[in-house]
Nanobody
Framework: QLQLVESGGGLVQPGGSLRLSCAFSGFSLNAPVTITWFRQAPGKEREGVSCVRLSDGITYYGEPVKGRFVVSRDNAKSTVYLQMNSLKPEDPAVYYC????????????????????WGQGTQVTVSS
């Protein structure tokens, strides 16, 4: 059974760091699967944050998080991580990980509609 489970959200001060985890199961690691982190703040559209392709580790980042967030995968632990550094007041949201079995157009990695499976989300709050 395909499944994604996020964890690691919480409250952090501006400038602080958090690491989110997305545990995945139910598919072969040899498949060209892409796992992407999205976020959605109240009243805003869901936004692509970063993605990683499990087979070769290729990554992409949204402009708002470049240089601050790092996505990585540990296939042995069946987990994708999102290390979030230098958190800003505009970063709070519910963060979701999502799976796409094949990313046909890498320039559109952040199009949420094409993703097949979503986790339940984890809340990130940035406040002093």
């Amino acid at each position: 059974q395909l499944q994604l489970v996020e964890s690691g959200g919480g409250l952090v001060q501006p400038g602080g760091s958090l690491r989110l985890s997305c545990a995945f199961s139910g598919f072969s690691l040899n498949a060209p699967v892409t796992i992407t982190w999205f976020r959605q703040a109240p009243g805003k559209e869901r936004e692509g944050v970063s993605c990683v392709r499990l087979s070769d580790g290729i990554t992409y980042y949204g402009e708002p998080v470049k240089g601050r967030f790092v996505v990585s995968r540990d296939n042995a632990k069946s987990t994708v991580y999102l290390q979030m550094n230098s958190l800003k007041p505009e970063d709070p949201a519910v963060y979701y990980c999502a799976l796409l079995d094949y990313l046909a157009d890498e320039s559109r990695w952040n199009r949420a509609i094409q993703y097949d499976l979503w986790g339940q989300g984890t809340q990130v709050t940035v406040s002093s």
